[in-house]
């Protein structure tokens, strides 16, 4: 092969790829691309390769010039991990190509995570449906107030079940859309109406007004209608579940443009507030801050993540702040139709 550094158009392929690239010939590094300068600081003035990469694997791979891909930490940065792969592309060189492995690293790990979250999500309720059935098959002297209230808690603990697998089926469904734009133009000041209605009968049980604000003439959106209704529902429902009580009885609810091609959905309470170490993570999957509190009020701790991936999927944005004895806003900003 001729020399690839004096040939522009191999320089200039190498340096189209967006994974740090060297050719080595035997012991010698002819050519580095921008990715590889940028990453690893190779110069090609120190040629020697043992001079550029002292990873012994990595090493030897590269100079026993034959076909090889392997996992690696400690190339650059201590703990990042990536994978090589050396090709021999003639007799005397070989293309050395390092992919970056650390998004797909998180990547792996958070589906590592969600199946263990939700193997325990629906672990728990099924155990105490089981040992409820148990007791209720085996106590043939239980008395009738007890016999119902076990049946009661069957029912309860199974519909929570229900619920968590009905969250987990939508929040699956929008992922899989996540890249198909929803076409259908929303009156979206109707939707909100519709999801405020929606939860009135929540907010009177719990002795919460809920307020609304919505700006005169506002545009429509495009989007899937039951998913926006579903953010709104969600957002709402929280504010009244967390965000009222006694010294804090109404929430706002407030629609307005926002800047000239977005509305802004802003959900507010005056309730008590999240800290700030939770608020980074409240649109994790089955991230609660009070897991027994939300527990109580039926709560999956899915809710966010479900308008995290709508807003998301929307090309929206959304936007929580809160400080604890304050209260908390939420935000959603959506694109206008055009
Ligand atoms: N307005 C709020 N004020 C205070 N805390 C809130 C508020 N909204 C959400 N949170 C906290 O964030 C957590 C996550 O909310 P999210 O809606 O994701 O789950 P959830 O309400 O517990 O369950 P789900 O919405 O699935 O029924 C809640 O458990 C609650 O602790
Ligand atoms: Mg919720």
Not at 17 to 39: H, K, S, T, W, Y
Not at 224 to 251: F, M, T, V
């Amino acid at each position: 092969m001729t020399t690839p550094m004096f040939n522009p158009l191999v320089a200039a392929l190498i340096d189209a790829l967006a994974d740090p690239v060297i050719l080595v010939e035997g012991q010698r590094l002819m050519a580095i691309n921008r990715a590889a300068r940028d990453q690893f600081g190779f110069r090609l003035a120190n040629s020697d390769i043992r001079l550029a990469i002292r990873h012994p694997r990595v090493l030897a791979a590269i100079t026993a010039a034959e076909r090889a891909s392997l996992e690696v930490e400690g190339l650059g940065r201590a703990d990042q991990p990536w994978l090589v792969e050396v090709t021999p592309i003639d007799d005397d060189v070989v293309m050395v190509r390092m992919i970056d492995r650390a998004a797909q690293r998180a990547a792996e790990k958070m589906r590592v995570d969600f199946v263990a979250n939700a193997s325990h999500e629906l672990r728990t309720p099924l155990a105490g449906i089981l040992g409820y059935a148990e007791t209720l098959a085996e106590d043939g002297a239980m008395d009738e107030p007890t016999r119902r209230n076990f049946a009661r808690t069957i029912e309860s603990e199974a519909k929570r079940m229900l619920r968590i697998v009905t969250d987990l089926m939508a929040l699956s469904r929008i992922e899989a859309d996540r890249f198909v734009l929803p076409r259908t133009q929303i009156d979206f000041a109707a939707l909100i109406r519709k999801a405020v209605e929606d939860n009135e009968a929540l907010a009177e049980r719990r002795a919460c007004v809920i307020a609304t604000d919505i700006e005169p003439d506002i545009p429509a959106v495009r989007g899937d209608e039951a998913q926006l209704l579903q953010l709104a529902d969600n957002l709402i429902g929280n504010a009244i579940r967390y965000g009222c009580g006694e010294d804090c009885e109404k929430i706002t609810v407030t629609v307005r443009r926002s800047g000239r091609d977005r509305l802004r959905l802003a959900v507010a309470d005056k309730g008590p507030g999240i800290a700030p170490e939770h608020l980074p993570r409240l649109t994790e999957r089955f991230y609660r801050v009070d897991a027994a509190r939300s527990r109580n009020s039926g709560g999956t701790g899915l809710g966010l993540a479900i308008v995290k991936h709508i807003a998301e999927r929307h090309r929206g944005t959304l936007n929580i702040a809160s400080a604890l004895g304050t209260g908390t806003t939420i935000t959603v900003d959506l694109p206008i139709a055009r």
